[in-house]
């Protein structure tokens, strides 16, 4: 675990400077089609300061993991969540709602997917940025409209004091998601969650709020989660990755090792289907073979088995563990000592 902001361990339960602990999370939908395991006995920490990307293919259950944490799937009516989230010495999923609400939104921020759908398009910038400065940190109207027209141009908003009497459809996307990260960082929380925070944006755009993230949180000395299914999003910004399939973290390690020599067969599935520069060749882009299982019916062994290269009869009778490889890294795969020794061509 990296070092970050020093925390007082004493008022944690949790050792070190380690902010969150999830242990066997496990989030389960009903549905006309079954249980749908959309979150698998999902567990790692995130260090106070951390900068931390949780990949993986869409419907992997990256958001509905974030939702957890910040309490949203105790909203669904048919959603079973057990394991826990400890953060700061308290299981989230055990608080009140009440208790609940006070932490969300203070102490752990969310930038959501599309601020398309997240701004409330009938209320101005100015009532979207102060309202959680007054409910939180309870300051007057006018000083938190002082604090917002602040946080709008540590984001980059230019005019920031005539901007925050407009309304969201009066901004571009990229200055929309730059209200979204002012709005989550205006009660210096902890732990920010960023699922998918460059959707939509031209990479120009993209460049910028990932920067703007980084330099954000180093600053605020907040840990952040960014969830993604873009490798080159969390490639130069985060830490450490973890990669989420089929609701399971399936390889979690530190950036550079990951990305030089991953130990899943899907971590290099992932990272082979990513346009290379010095590959021009329209061939030179793979994918990976079949299709996401269906998280309402997963196969008895290892879920990744009928897309897997190296697939043998002990992927498809048994699921693998999440097991220490090497470099503070883990995978779940019976082949990863051949993928650590470098010993398949997939690797080459």
Request: glycine share 8%; charged share 20%; with cysteine.
């Amino acid at each position: 675990m990296l070092p970050g902001v020093a925390i007082d361990s004493a008022s944690m339960s949790v050792d070190g400077n380690t902010l969150l602990r999830l242990t066997e999370l496990t989030v389960d939908f009903a549905s006309q089609e079954g249980t749908v395991h959309a979150v698998n006995r999902v567990s790692f920490d995130v260090a106070a300061g951390e900068l931390v990307g949780l990949v993986g293919e869409s419907g992997c259950g990256k958001s509905v993991t974030a939702n957890a944490i910040i309490g949203l799937t105790g909203m669904v009516p048919n959603a079973a969540v057990s394991g826990a989230i400890d953060f700061l010495g308290k299981d989230l999923l055990t608080l009140p709602e009440p208790e609940l609400r006070a932490i969300r939104g203070r102490d752990i921020s969310m930038i959501f997917q599309d601020p398309v759908t997240s701004l409330n398009p009938v209320l101005s910038i100015e009532r979207l940025m102060t309202e959680g400065l007054e409910v939180h940190l309870g300051l007057s109207h006018g000083d938190a409209v002082k604090r917002s027209i602040e946080l709008l141009g540590e984001v980059g908003i230019p005019k920031a004091a005539n901007r925050i009497k407009d309304y969201p459809h009066q901004f571009s996307g990229g200055m929309r998601q730059r209200v979204m990260i002012a709005i989550a960082l205006s009660c210096n929380p902890k732990l920010l969650l960023a699922d998918e925070p460059t959707t939509a944006l031209d990479v120009t755009i993209q460049a910028q709020i990932l920067r703007l993230l980084k330099s954000l949180s180093r600053e605020h000395e907040a840990a952040v989660i960014v969830i993604t299914h873009d490798l080159g999003v969390v490639a130069g910004m985060c830490q450490r990755i973890l990669v989420m399939y089929a609701g399971r973290i399936v390889e979690s390690g530190p950036a550079k090792p990951l990305f030089a020599r991953p130990h899943h067969p899907y971590t290099i599935g992932l990272l082979k289907s990513v346009p290379r520069l010095n590959e021009p060749r329209a061939d030179s882009l793979q994918t990976i073979m079949g299709l996401p299982p269906d998280l309402a019916h997963l196969p008895p062994g290892c879920a990744f088995a009928p897309r897997c290269f190296l697939a043998t009869d002990e992927c498809w009778a048994a699921g693998p563990e999440l097991e220490p490889t090497d470099e503070g890294r883990m995978s779940a795969c019976f082949h990863r000592d051949q993928l650590r020794a470098g010993e398949t061509e997939a690797v080459a």
